[in-house]
């Protein structure tokens, strides 16, 4: 792995100048473009009740598919591949690189990546579920999956394909009866919101949302002169690898046939035996099917295979036709390409002769939330503020040229569910050594230190970059926006060597207010045992039941006499909710006196605390005082659980009223109690039932 810091940058394949939402504005189907689209199909709905909607011949039709202009166009038709064929395939001969033909659609970028895909299938059948068909068990519905922000989520779709004059106007195989490439295609722009969002992109992006993987764009012009090597290496580790020229008008041709602005795919690196001694030859895939390079080494016109025996050549793979693969050599690929995009993958490939040297990945969900965990830039005063996460580096590279014995690592910053282009905030990654004794940065600390690797400046991306090597030791990754108090949610991939690892790092315990300063606190803020039992028969119901209104009445009474009078204005029938049925063994919504009463032992409790973090008696308590408060309850959440808290249990002014302090640790306690309960061999995880998880949920 090459040790060189690198920050992922946009492809350069669509225009620097254009505005890219209106390159990927789609019209969604309204009701008039739905009637339309039905008339189209001539099919009449009937819903079966299963969720899906299939027509009076039995096969399932998508309605909730977007529709741009073109496919609403009077000359197209949409049709089913038995429509324009009489034995259509899914796949024949398995899934080929070649099987790519690309249509009136700007999309190279998801074939390069597709072609990339083909080449290994325990990657492609993550994407394309094996074993569908136009046979046995056809009902016109196809299945695909693609991962979003650390899942793989299922993308059903219709097999009606838009045509005019009978043919594909998208992606097509070259063997008309061949159908994978096309139906993969319509999933994807499913995803994405139309066929027009896929119109102009960039090949990481869609082989990070094929593989999970992790998407780094380089600079050919920047890398080492011993590029064969760094892309066998990206090559025998599972990269996929495009490149791509960005210096020229969209999709012309240069002197030698390569296209401007236009991916294509690396598929092998080879040191070729000639009779003038070894050359190396990189590999190129036009997902075209055409158009390829007509410079030295290429298929028709190339003397250089002259000097090739046949045995080596056939050893290549070498196949002299117009097919969109060819060879040239690696001069002549630094001069006619300056983008090389690269997708790192974490799970590594399953077939035989992989390597089994993948990257171990760490992910870690968190959130910039304005006044809790969104500090800006180191520029501004609250960097602080932001998330930081402890990375461990023990395990040095077993590359034995690097004499110096450094860690090799990926960082991957990626912005959730923020649209594909046009409205990123700017991010930025910084990576702080730790301090001694603590996993944390203090305000004082960070002012101070600088750091030892950044990302340089902020990008306005889905997902930045940033691969380096580091000494062993521990250090704190710091993900921020360029602003203080931008929102926003995002995924930390941490990719390493087997051995080291990255966890959300704890703040250095604060100083916790003893509760011996007020013995009990409680009793001068809640009715004495004596009171409450007589609220309770007050206010509960001719059973002996106290339900949720009836606990409202009940605490708003107790609550207005003593030192948390006001408190009860904060009161609210949810609250009380929550209160019952998380106290609620028997899933009746009601208390009887003895639950009651070890409810109200817990209040008791709570109330303790709560007064005495309270140091300003405002009866409030600050969003500081929350965590600690919750720690001397026997409760230690990460910085991400308390910045839920701060989006979910919080007032406008971000303080915790009285009645959220004792709804939010009741909902905590529960929940953990819950969990426990599942675990029951303390592994840390649990398998539930899907009954179980909604009844869990939807309950509590």
Partial sequence: MQKSLSVSSESSLPPPDEDVDSVCSDDLMGSQSRRWLADLRSEDIVDHGSGNTFGRDGL??????????????????????????????????????????????????????????????????????????FQDGYNGCFTFRFWQYGQWEEVKIDDLLPTQDNNLIYLRSPNKLEFWSPLLEKAYAKLKGGYRALDMGFPHEAMVDMTGGVGEVLSIALLPRHLPAIIRQLLDKGALVNCGSS?????????????????????????????????????????????????????????????????????????SREDGEFWMSISDFRQNFDVMEVCHLIDGLEEPGASQHSWCCTMHHGAWVPNISAGGSPRGG????????????????????????????????????????????????????????????????????????????????????????????????????????????????????????????????????????????????????????????????????????????????????????????????????????????????????????????????????????????????????????????????DDLVMQLVGLRYTEPDLTVSYPGFLYLLMKLESMIQKFQAYDMVGMGTVTISYRQWLHMTMYN
């Avoid at 000097?307 to 290549?316: F, G, Y």
């Fill in 60 to 133: 399932f039709v998508d309605y909730g598919f977007p529709l741009g202009e073109l496919e609403m166009h009077s000359g197209v038709k949409w049709k089913r591949p038995k429509e324009l064929c009489a034995s259509p395939q899914f796949i024949i001969d398995g899934a080929s690189r070649l099987d790519i033909c690309q249509g009136k659609l700007n999309d190279c970028w998801i074939l390069s990546a597709i072609a990339s895909l083909s080449l290994h299938p325990s990657l492609l059948k993550k994407v394309v579920p094996p074993g569908q068909t």
């Fill in 247 to 319: 210096q020229g008008p969209l999709e012309q041709r240069n002197e030698f046939g390569i296209m401007f602005r236009h991916a294509y795919s690396v598929t092998a690196v080879e040191k070729v035996k000639t009779s003038y001694g070894p050359v190396d030859l990189v590999r190129i895939l036009n997902p075209w099917g055409n158009t390829e390079w007509e410079g030295p080494w290429s298929d028709f016109k190339g003397p250089e295979w002259s000097t090739v025996s046949a045995e080596e050549q056939k050893r290549l793979g070498r196949v």
């Fill in 382 to 637: 609250w960097f602080w503020q932001n998330p930081q996460f402890q990375f461990v580096l023990s395990e040095v590279d077993s590359d034995s040229s690097n004499s110096q014995k450094t860690c090799s690592f990926i960082l991957a910053l990626m912005q959730k569910q923020r649209g594909r282009r046009g409205n990123n905030l700017p991010i930025g990654l910084h990576i702080y050594p730790a301090p001694p004794k603590n996993t944390h940065l203090s305000p004082e600390e960070l002012r101070v230190l600088p750091p030892v690797l950044s990302s340089q400046t902020y990008f306005a991306r889905r997902e930045i970059v940033l691969r380096h090597s580091l000494p062993p030791g521990r250090y704190i990754i710091i993900p921020s926006t360029s602003e203080r108090n931008q929102q926003g949610s995002f995924l930390l991939r941490v990719l390493t060597e087997q051995g080291n690892t990255a966890t959300p790092a704890q703040k250095p315990a604060t100083d916790v207010p003893s509760t011996t300063e007020t013995s009990f606190p409680h009793q001068a803020a809640l009715p004495s045992p004596q009171s409450t039992r007589r609220l309770f028969k007050k206010h509960c119901n001719k059973k002996g039941f106290c339900k949720p209104a009836h606990l409202l009445e009940l605490l708003t009474e107790a609550i207005r006499g003593g030192v948390l009078a006001g408190s009860e204005k904060c009161l609210a029938l949810e609250h009380c909710k929550s209160l019952v049925v998380l106290m609620d063994t028997q899933g009746i919504a009601q208390l009887n006196w003895m639950e009651f009463q070890i409810l109200w032992d817990k209040i008791r409790k709570w109330t303790d605390i709560f007064l005495t973090f309270d140091k300003n008696k405002t009866k409030f308590l600050e969003y500081r005082e929350v965590a600690p408060a919750l720690k001397a309850a026997g409760i230690v959440v």
